[in-house]
């Protein structure tokens, strides 16, 4: 592509104890969206094994396992930020803050978190099956961007009904991680999503998220991403300065061999 991709830092991977701080950092670096991760939280069986140390914890695990439908509210198995602290970062910045809701109900997020100040919202396509007109009309009735995300198991085709007609989702989220966790490693199968999508639809925003660095920007750039989220990679570095461009914009190395990389 022959644009610049946005580069969205993941907060998830900021110190949230200086969150107003470190979103600052990042604009003042270049950063062109603030990436927020809004999770619902499960304790996966896995977890809940490591509390039958004792009988407390044990009826407990009954009592939960029993209410199966427990392990079908919560998206995701990490629990992070909600509308509350979209609010007060709101009233630090003017960024976009770029809202990715792994959450099981995004309906009922589009009212606090619209209040709140959110700028982008994007929800799952795998949650949404059955609302996503009337889900996408109350996030653009409080003047937030739609954006849909997919997860590495769900075929590209499921997006299309979102973003066939006019008026629908601005953006796509393709998921190169399994959602809920920051520092996992990139799947470079995701990339013919992206390049299926690109091919289909020349002006959509397509975002890619999960393990988005040094190694991978440029495969998921030229496959047609112009969103790059990129947590880990970005917080962890020795200079986080040197992933943006001097002038405020990302620098296009990363579009340009390897040997040039002066980012991360
Ligand atoms: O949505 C998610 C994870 O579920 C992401 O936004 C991650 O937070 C990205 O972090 P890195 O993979 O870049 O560390
Ligand atoms: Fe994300």
């Known amino acids: 592509m022959g644009v610049t991709p946005k580069i969205a830092p993941s907060m998830l991977a900021s110190d949230f ?6 979103a600052k950092r990042m604009l003042d670096f270049g950063a062109d969206w603030l990436h927020m991760d809004i ?3 499960y304790v996966s069986l896995l977890s ?15 009592f939960s396992t029993s209410c199966f439908s427990h392990f079908h509210r919560h998206f995701v ?6 509308a509350p602290v979209i609010e007060s970062l709101r009233k630090q910045t003017k960024a976009f803050l770029d ?4 959450v099981t109900n995004p309906i009922d997020y589009v009212e606090p978190l619209g209040k709140a100040g959110a700028s982008g919202f994007t929800f799952h396509v795998e949650v949404s099956k059955e609302n996503w007109q009337e889900l996408i009309q109350k996030i653009k009735s409080k003047a937030m961007r739609p954006g849909v995300a997919l997860k590495p198991g769900t075929p590209i085709e499921e997006v299309y009904p979102l973003v066939d007609s006019e008026n629908l989702v601005e953006m796509v989220l393709v998921m190169t991680v399994e959602p809920g966790f920051g520092g996992q490693k990139f799947m470079p199968e ?3 999503k992206v390049r299926v999508l690109r091919k289909k639809y020349p002006a959509l925003d397509i975002e890619v998220d999960g393990g988005l660095g040094p190694s991978t920007i440029e ?11 990129a947590g880990s990679s970005i917080f962890g570095a020795a200079d986080a300065k040197l992933c943006f461009g001097k ?8 579009l340009q061999p390897r040997s040039k990389h002066i980012c991360f």
């Open 17 to 22: 104890a200086n969150l107003a701080s470190e």
């Open 39 to 41: 999770m619902d939280g």
């Open 48 to 62: 809940w094994t490591s509390l039958l140390k004792d009988f407390a914890s044990l009826s407990f695990y009954f």
């Open 77 to 82: 198995p990490n629990l992070t930020i909600g």
């Open 99 to 102: 809202c990715h809701l792994m």
């Open 190 to 192: 995701m990339v013919d």
């Open 219 to 229: 495969m998921a750039a030229s496959a047609g991403a112009n969103c790059i989220v």
């Open 247 to 254: 002038s405020g914009e990302m620098l296009t190395s990363f």
